[in-house]
């Protein structure tokens, strides 16, 4: 790609997902279309995360973290689980422990909360010794997030993916050196905090991302989403922040490779 073209990256996608089986190839061929120099495909169990890995091998534009999301923490996670993850972390295209976290949304239980901060803290503890970032889901669960991430993940670096906390929560991610992920809900009509949030913040510490194929931002919403779509976001961050297109892809893209380290 000429040098000059405009570049982005979607960090957070779920491409490995049914609902792309019929037409991955096109929607990888247009993101490329679209400017994106790199998509970083996320698992949620260890059955995505297996495929995210594969397709890091198909497509040189694919980029993978393996993990098990909070939604999906039945159980802790087995040794035979965490050497697994361990081994795949070992390949070049695996950047990222993730999608990791909390999710008190849908989870009102005492014992299942325990459980998934239990996973949480394992998961964090891999990425320490694999010496990798982490990309963290957090729904409802804002106070136990960051103390956990205080307490446990001291020397990790990540994102706090999707955001949707406070400007007091994203100065705290700011002191600890992590990224705040934006994606569609930055476009919706009741955005409530988040355009304040990253007009507030240095563009040093934010991502753009999709979460496809959930979430497509404006004017796609309704859509089945797509890492193309991450342009639709950098508008957006362009128009709050009053600062040109060319500098949020630059500057967002710059992120990106610094934290996943993505040549």
């Not at 491409?15 to 190839?25: A, K, L, M, S, T």
């Not at 534009?61 to 361990?86: C, F, R, S, W």
């Not at 955001?163 to 930055?186: C, N, Q, R, T, Y």
């Amino acid at each position: 790609m000429d040098d000059n073209v405009m570049k982005l990256i979607d960090t957070h996608a779920h491409i490995d997902v049914d609902r792309f089986d019929e037409d991955r190839d096109q929607v990888v061929a247009r993101a490329r279309e679209a400017g994106l120099v790199a998509i970083v495909n996320m698992g949620d169990t260890m059955e995505s995360s297996l495929r995210s890995v594969k397709l890091t091998q198909q497509y040189d534009l694919l980029y993978a973290g393996v993990g098990i999301h909070p939604e999906e923490a039945k159980a802790l996670v087995t040794q035979n689980e965490m050497d697994q993850l361990a081994k795949w972390t070992e390949m070049d295209k695996v950047i990222a422990i993730g999608e990791i976290g909390l999710d008190y949304y849908w989870c009102k239980d005492a014992e299942l909360r325990e459980l998934q901060r239990q996973v949480f803290i394992q998961q964090l503890d891999l990425a320490k010794q694999m010496h990798l970032p982490v990309c963290v889901h957090n729904r409802d669960a804002h106070g136990d997030t960051l103390e956990i991430l205080k307490r446990e993940a001291k020397g990790v670096r990540g994102v706090m993916h999707c955001f949707s906390g406070s400007l007091e929560m994203a100065k705290e991610l700011l002191k600890l050196d992590w990224f705040i992920g934006v994606d569609g809900p930055l476009t919706f009509k009741n955005a409530a905090k988040l355009p304040e949030i990253v007009q507030a913040v240095p563009l040093e510490s934010i991502l753009v991302e999709t979460d496809c194929p959930y979430m497509a931002p404006v004017p796609m919403r309704g859509k089945r989403n797509e890492p193309a779509f991450v342009l639709h976001v950098a508008e957006k961050l362009a128009q709050l922040r009053g600062e040109s297109l060319e500098k949020i892809a630059e500057q967002t893209t710059k992120n990106a490779q610094e934290l996943y380290k993505i040549k």
